[in-house]
């Protein structure tokens, strides 16, 4: 009997080892069919901003949509008839709309007047070369073109994708920087002028640059770029490098105050922004981040004193300082590791001017993250330290370390990145 009990139990466990490996193989054919399932996409709701404006908000559901972890990428576009006018919306160019599967809202900003009372919106499905969605934007500065995409399906793959050289000349890229929080500012280290610890929330997205601007960039948009290192140890231009010797006053406008919006021109012409911005046809309002922009961006969620973490002898892998990589000069962008947002050179290489001047003494005080320190302090709030910098002074390297210099100052070792507020 005991023999006979032995013998049922083997079957049994024998059973539940074939129904196992049935049930496995039911999943596997289901993630399959789930892959190659056929893309659709349905719209839920759209509804229009109140008070009523021209902005639309999509909410729409993908099913069979991309898959980054497979290297499955697609493009949603929309097509919207009100009152009878017809109008294609490029999810990829003029959205960054996510085509991963599931539920999700993007915001179209509809021609001017137009309403949805009588809209109808439809959406499809195509292969697309890039990935879906809004987590960059990419400038291109040939074209003028702004298109979107999603991560990849690592930031790794993300930061290894934008170290080509096409993003540090003839594009510019920009990381999103999600609404909400709280994300910490501020550090408690003698030195740091009075920049109590505090946490800030957001309520709206921002974008900004995953690299200073470099000299190519600059000269692609001004038509010069007036560095002191244009050339490199052997000779050759060091298109790559970031600009330096610009003014705070050369990229805005000298009259204007720190929470004044930059003068839109008609032409071609005006400073470094209002061409910027004249080229990509006005509508973005791209300009020098906030210092609350800039430190939330620059610790990546840390609340550590190094954007790296609490190891000052770790500064070699992320800063270009003066006894690493660079001497006294500005390096190559992208020269060091990233933060976990994929941002480079956020500390080292070149201190990056910041739209505030210098009046605010704690960061706590400022009213929101968009509004700029304006209270009439002669010198502008410079960020992030520089090549010059030696590695035995690790206060420089702290996230939290500020400086300042006056607008209508250049320096070798002062250049900046770019930012752009959702509105």
Same mark, same amino acid.
């Given at each position: 009997?005991?023999h006979?009990r032995g013998?049922?139990?083997?079957?049994?466990s024998k059973?539940?080892?074939i129904e196992?490996e049935?049930?496995?193989?039911?999943m596997?054919?289901?993630?399959?069919?789930s892959?190659?399932?056929?893309?659709t +996409?349905?719209?839920?709701k759209? #509804?229009q901003?109140?008070?009523?404006?021209n902005?639309?908000?999509?909410?729409? %559901?993908v099913?069979g949509g991309?898959?980054?972890?497979?290297?499955?990428f697609?493009?949603l576009?929309?097509?919207a008839v009100i009152?009878?006018?017809? /109008? +294609?919306?490029?999810?990829i160019?003029?959205l960054?709309?996510?085509a991963?599967?599931g539920?999700?809202t !993007?915001?179209?900003?509809?021609?001017s007047g137009?309403?949805?009372d /009588?809209?109808?919106?439809?959406?499809?499905l195509?292969?697309?070369?890039?990935?879906?969605g809004?987590?960059?934007?990419?400038?291109?500065?040939?074209?003028?073109?702004?298109?979107?995409? =999603?991560?990849? #399906?690592?930031?790794d793959?993300?930061?290894?994708?934008?170290?080509d050289?096409w993003?540090?000349?003839?594009n510019?890229v920009?990381?999103?920087?999600?609404?909400?929080?709280?994300y910490?500012?501020?550090?408690?280290?003698?030195?740091?002028?009075?920049n109590t610890?505090t946490n800030r929330t957001?309520d709206?997205?921002?974008?900004?640059?995953i690299?200073p601007v470099t000299?190519w *960039?600059?000269w692609?948009?001004?038509g010069s770029?007036?560095?002191?290192?244009?050339t490199d140890a052997?000779? /050759?231009?060091s298109?790559?490098r970031? +600009?330096?010797?610009?003014?705070w006053?050369?990229?805005?406008?000298?009259?204007?105050?720190?929470?004044? %919006?930059?003068?839109?021109?008609?032409s071609?012409?005006?400073t470094?922004? *209002?061409?910027?911005?004249?080229?990509t =046809?006005?509508?973005? =309002?791209?300009?020098?981040?906030?210092?609350i922009?800039?430190?939330i961006a620059?610790?990546a969620g840390?609340?550590t004193p190094?954007f790296?973490?609490t190891d000052?002898?770790?500064c070699?892998?992320?800063? +270009?300082h003066k006894t690493?990589?660079?001497g006294?000069?500005?390096m190559?962008?992208?020269?060091?590791?990233p933060?976990?947002?994929?941002?480079?050179?956020?500390?080292?290489?070149?201190?990056e001017w910041?739209r505030d001047?210098? =009046?605010?003494?704690q960061l706590a005080n #400022?009213?929101?993250?968009?509004t700029?320190s304006?209270n009439?302090?002669a010198n502008?709030?410079t960020?992030g330290?520089? #090549?010059?910098?030696?590695d035995?002074?690790?206060?420089y390297?702290?996230?939290s370390y500020?400086?300042?210099t006056a607008?209508?100052s250049?320096?070798?070792y002062?250049?900046?990145?770019l930012?752009?507020? !959702?509105?």
């Amino acid at each position: 009997m005991i023999h006979d009990r032995g013998e049922k139990c083997l079957d049994n466990s024998k059973e539940r080892k074939i129904e196992m490996e049935r049930i496995v193989c039911l999943m596997a054919v289901l993630v399959t069919l789930s892959a190659t399932a056929v893309p659709t +996409v349905e719209i839920k709701k759209v #509804a229009q901003r109140w008070p009523w404006n021209n902005k639309l908000d999509i909410t729409y %559901e993908v099913t069979g949509g991309q898959d980054v972890s497979q290297n499955i990428f697609r493009r949603l576009v929309f097509t919207a008839v009100i009152d009878g006018a017809t /109008n +294609v919306i490029d999810g990829i160019h003029d959205l960054g709309a996510n085509a991963s599967n599931g539920i999700h809202t !993007v915001t179209w900003t509809a021609p001017s007047g137009y309403r949805t009372d /009588n809209c109808t919106m439809s959406a499809a499905l195509y292969p697309s070369d890039t990935p879906s969605g809004d987590d960059y934007m990419i400038v291109n500065l040939e074209t003028h073109a702004v298109s979107y995409e =999603g991560l990849l #399906a690592t930031q790794d793959a993300s930061d290894l994708r934008y170290k080509d050289v096409w993003y540090k000349t003839t594009n510019m890229v920009f990381r999103k920087v999600a609404a909400g929080g709280p994300y910490r500012v501020g550090d408690t280290a003698t030195g740091l002028s009075n920049n109590t610890p505090t946490n800030r929330t957001t309520d709206r997205a921002y974008y900004i640059g995953i690299y200073p601007v470099t000299q190519w *960039q600059y000269w692609k948009v001004y038509g010069s770029r007036p560095s002191s290192h244009t050339t490199d140890a052997v000779g /050759n231009i060091s298109w790559y490098r970031p +600009v330096t010797y610009v003014r705070w006053n050369d990229l805005r406008v000298a009259e204007t105050k720190p929470d004044e %919006e930059i003068p839109l021109e008609n032409s071609n012409t005006g400073t470094f922004l *209002q061409r910027l911005n004249f080229i990509t =046809g006005n509508k973005f =309002g791209i300009d020098l981040p906030t210092e609350i922009m800039w430190e939330i961006a620059a610790r990546a969620g840390r609340t550590t004193p190094y954007f790296w973490g609490t190891d000052e002898n770790m500064c070699d892998e992320y800063v +270009v300082h003066k006894t690493h990589l660079g001497g006294s000069d500005p390096m190559e962008v992208g020269s060091c590791k990233p933060n976990d947002w994929g941002l480079y050179d956020v500390v080292g290489n070149v201190y990056e001017w910041c739209r505030d001047d210098a =009046g605010l003494d704690q960061l706590a005080n #400022a009213p929101d993250p968009w509004t700029p320190s304006s209270n009439g302090h002669a010198n502008r709030r410079t960020r992030g330290g520089q #090549a010059y910098n030696n590695d035995w002074n690790q206060l420089y390297f702290r996230t939290s370390y500020r400086s300042n210099t006056a607008p209508n100052s250049w320096s070798h070792y002062i250049g900046f990145r770019l930012a752009w507020i !959702v509105k």
